[in-house]
């Protein structure tokens, strides 16, 4: 605690360098990922925002996380709560309780404006989160990520995914 003219000032001097926390997305994110939409592309690309934004976060250091896929859900999960049309994962690929809030996420979107989070719940989160470690969205890290995600799809899902991207580029065009 800091005083200043006797009186103590109830935020801690590196608290306040510290970037916040937002549970709400920013504008920015949510303006690219309706520009998306616009452009035709896909519900993934859209929700890529979020993510991105996610792991912008966890760079500067406002919070950590497990691991890069956890870092993703947190912003796939941003992004279904924000409207954008991303279906929850099919059965077998996550676990129950995984697709389930898939599936609340995209109904909180569809109900508005929801009620008022716990703060004690939304506090513990974020404590939660603090203490998760910062370098499992480093460069190397997403890579290994991404490579893992790849081997796991087949050469003609890898193709079909290629040429609909090349598609959606060409359409933006």
């Known amino acids: 605690m800091e005083r200043r003219g006797g009186k103590r000032l109830g935020i801690h001097r590196r608290a306040a360098l510290r970037p916040r926390i937002k549970s709400m997305p920013e504008k920015k994110t949510i303006e690219r990922a309706r520009q998306d939409k616009r452009e035709g592309k896909a519900a993934s690309t859209q929700a890529g925002e979020f993510v991105r934004e996610e792991i912008d976060l966890i760079r500067k250091g406002a919070h950590g996380a497990r691991s890069a896929k956890q870092a993703i859900a947190i912003g796939l999960s941003k992004a279904r709560r924000a409207g954008v049309k991303l279906p929850p994962p099919k059965k077998g690929t996550v676990s129950d309780e995984t697709r389930e809030k898939a599936k609340r996420d995209l ?9 008022k989070p716990s703060r004690k719940r939304s506090q513990a989160t974020l404590k939660a989160l603090k203490r998760e470690p910062r370098g499992t969205v480093s ?35």
């Open 107 to 115: 109904e909180k979107a569809e109900e508005g404006g929801a009620a």
């Open 139 to 173: 460069k190397e890290a997403l890579a290994k990520q991404a490579r893992a995600a790849a081997r796991k799809r087949t050469p003609a899902e890898r193709s079909a995914a290629a040429k609909d991207a090349a598609r959606t580029r060409k359409a933006a065009k």
